[in-house]
Every structure is written in C-alpha cells, then in structure tokens.
C-alpha cells in the first residue's frame, strides 16, 4: 500500500540540496510545476524546502497526513500560500488529517484563522484505532505531485512532482487515512 515506483535518486547530500533549490526555484518563479521526477532528501531542513516547494505548486487541493502539525506548519509564508489557494476559487480545497489535531489551536494560530475565513474549504480529521499505524507524513498537491516522509521519527522523505500515476497509489493511502478518520467540528478545533 505504501510502495511507490522509485527512479533512482539523485546521489549525495549536494546533489538533494541541488535538487531542492531547483525545485523550490521552479515553483516559487511562478511556474505551475517543478521540474516532473523523483527526488530524494535526507535532512529536515530539505523536506521543508521541498514541503514549500510543492506547496507552492497547489492550484486546487492541498490533502495532507500528519501525526500532529507544529510551528514549523504554521509559518507566515505557508499561511499566505494556503491563502492564496484557497481565496482564488471556492471550490478549492485543503484536507488535513491528523493522529492528534488537540494542539491546533496552541500551535498553528494562522491555520486557524485561515479555518475560519473559509470553513467550507478547510476541512480537519483525526484518526481514528483503524489508521494510528500510519506513521508517514505525506501530502499531495493537485494529484500530481507529492512528498512523503518515510517516517515522522526521520527526516528523509521524497519528492514526486508532475506525477499522476507515481502520485496516484499516495493519494489512495490518504483517502484510507480519511476514510479511517473522523471530522472535527471547527468548534474543537479551534479550541471554542
């Protein structure tokens, strides 16, 4: 369920780093994609580029897995491009699934404002027992591009960009996620 068709990555820490900047250049020059592929990374700080990047590339959906989302998720910067998502067409979306979704309101003050200025498109689960096994963090933009974290203890992830088919069997393990979840109200969300 989790297996993805891996191309062979790119070799070294400078040539992640490399791929990172190239895409986070792409996506952030305006382009509507990075350039298609496969890139792997090994540090923390290189899955944030590339979270940026590929959050950069959303037009119409952003569906994200996460254990629990931090400060680091709360940045100014990916506050305004979820914004811009979700401001440029009603029928834009933004999913989250969460294992614990309790410290949303204590840590991520402008996903919570972003909540309530357009509630119809953000929508938050927690799982339930049946999905507590899930323990990579995965988001996928538009059903084209993806970047998972192999496991939320570790920083190396991949990146999938311009990929449907690559991105197609990520996509159904966050629908599993989902269907394994249940809604929260924005009341308990935010904290009300």
């Known amino acids: 369920m989790n297996d993805v068709p891996q191309p ?13 900047a190239a895409a986070t ?24 580029s590339a979270f940026d990047a590929v959050l950069a590339l959303a037009r119409r959906e952003v569906f994200l897995f996460d254990i629990s989302l931090d400060s680091n998720f709360d940045r100014p910067h990916r506050s305004d491009l979820l914004r811009a998502l979700l401001a440029a067409h009603p029928d834009n979306r933004l999913r989250i ?41 995965l988001i996928v933009v538009d059903s084209v591009h993806a970047l998972r974290r192999f496991h939320h203890t570790q920083p190396r992830s991949s990146l999938i960009t ?14 599993q996620i989902q269907e394994a979840s249940e809604p929260l109200p924005p009341a308990a969300v935010l904290g009300l």
């Open 97 to 137: 699934v969460l294992h614990d979704a309790h410290s949303l309101a204590r840590e991520c003050p402008r996903l919570c404002i972003l909540m309530r200025q357009f509630s119809e498109s953000v929508s938050i689960g927690q799982t339930t027992q049946a999905a507590r096994s899930a323990a990579d963090p």
């Open 8 to 20: 062979a990555a790119p070799a070294g820490p400078a040539a992640s780093t490399t791929a990172t």
């Open 25 to 48: 250049a792409s996506a952030t020059a305006g382009g509507t994609a990075a350039a298609p592929g496969y890139r792997r990374f090994e540090t923390i700080g290189e899955y944030w």
């Open 162 to 175: 311009d990929d449907p088919a690559a991105t197609r069997p990520l996509l159904y393990r966050l629908e």
